[in-house]
């Protein structure tokens, strides 16, 4: 799930391809890089759908309390609110490492990392239950599809590198930063935007505006803009928002 997630230092990890550098700034962060606002709005609209079928499920069922009927809706409502914050509310790793003559990124969505243990573990658990009641009624057999179809999709993510790729959709970038011409802040979201002229590697392609997003954390915003602003002295600085 989302808020299942390893935490350690991957700085030192990373396979940065200008090791051999030595670095003038580095750090990582967990964030939420792509319009959170969008997200939001779409978190709360299936939360009150999920809401209204989990009322649904809890008194349309014959259970024999009203206790139980409101036991079993909070029970709906929150397992469909964790799946639906699993998809709206998705974090990025991001690691940073600057030099002196480039900066390299690299960022990946660690939900797989967490989910696949919980995959394989309730796969596990479900298999041993579901063959009890198909004993007891063969008519019942498939209920079977389910258990299979997690502990084939745990599988899946633990086997295939191409899945996993996929899924955590890691990406390891460079930048020219020593290029920048424009030094832009958000600070409501902690976000530095470095804009510099960036040609394509194709034939009569011509230069254009790249954007690199630098996301911060809060406390220390005040020292990445510095750092900027230091180091590229000719850039143009402004603050406001930034599309992401």
Same mark, same amino acid.
């Given at each position: 799930m989302w808020f299942i997630q390893p935490k350690q230092d991957y700085v030192a990890l990373m396979p940065w391809k200008h090791a051999d550098e030595p670095a003038v700034m580095s750090w990582q962060i967990r964030a939420r890089d792509y319009n959170t606002f969008v997200a939001n709005i779409l978190f709360s609209i299936l939360a009150a759908i999920f809401f209204s079928i989990s009322v649904l499920f809890g008194f349309a069922w014959d259970?024999?309390?009203?206790?139980?009927?409101?036991?079993?809706?909070?029970?709906?409502?929150?397992?469909?609110?964790?799946?639906?914050?699993?998809?709206?509310?998705?974090?990025?790793?991001?690691?940073?490492?600057?030099?002196?003559?480039?900066?390299?990124?690299?960022?990946?969505?660690?939900?797989?990392?967490?989910?696949? %243990?919980? !995959?394989?573990?309730?796969? #596990?658990?479900? +298999?041993? *239950?579901?063959?009890?009641?198909?004993? $007891?009624? %063969?008519? !019942?057999?498939?209920?079977? #599809?389910?258990? +299979?179809? *997690?502990?084939?999709?745990?599988?899946? $993510?633990?086997?295939?590198?191409?899945?996993?790729?996929?899924?955590?959709?890691?990406?390891?970038?460079?930048?020219?930063?020593?290029?920048?011409?424009?030094?832009?802040?958000?600070?409501?979201?902690?976000?530095?935007s470095l804009t510099y002229q960036w040609k394509p590697y194709s034939k009569n392609s011509r230069y254009r505006p790249l954007t690199h997003l630098v996301y911060c954390h809060g406390d220390e915003l005040e020292k990445r803009i510095q750092f900027f602003r230091k180091h590229l002295p000719n850039a143009k600085y402004e603050e406001g928002k930034i599309d992401i």
């Open positions: 259970f024999e309390s009203m206790s139980a009927s409101l036991l079993m809706t909070g029970v709906a409502f929150l397992i469909s609110l964790l799946i639906t914050m699993s998809m709206t509310h998705q974090t990025t790793i991001i690691v940073y490492r600057f030099t002196e003559t480039s900066a390299e990124v690299c960022s990946w969505k660690p939900q797989i990392d967490s989910v696949k %243990p919980v !995959l394989k573990w309730l796969s #596990i658990i479900l +298999l041993p *239950i579901v063959g009890v009641v198909i004993l $007891m009624d %063969p008519g !019942l057999a498939i209920t079977a #599809i389910g258990p +299979l179809g *997690i502990g084939l999709m745990a599988w899946m $993510m633990g086997s295939s590198d191409e899945y996993q790729r996929m899924q955590r959709n890691s990406r390891h970038d460079e930048m020219e930063w020593k290029k920048t011409e424009i030094i832009r802040v958000w600070r409501k979201r902690n976000i530095i």
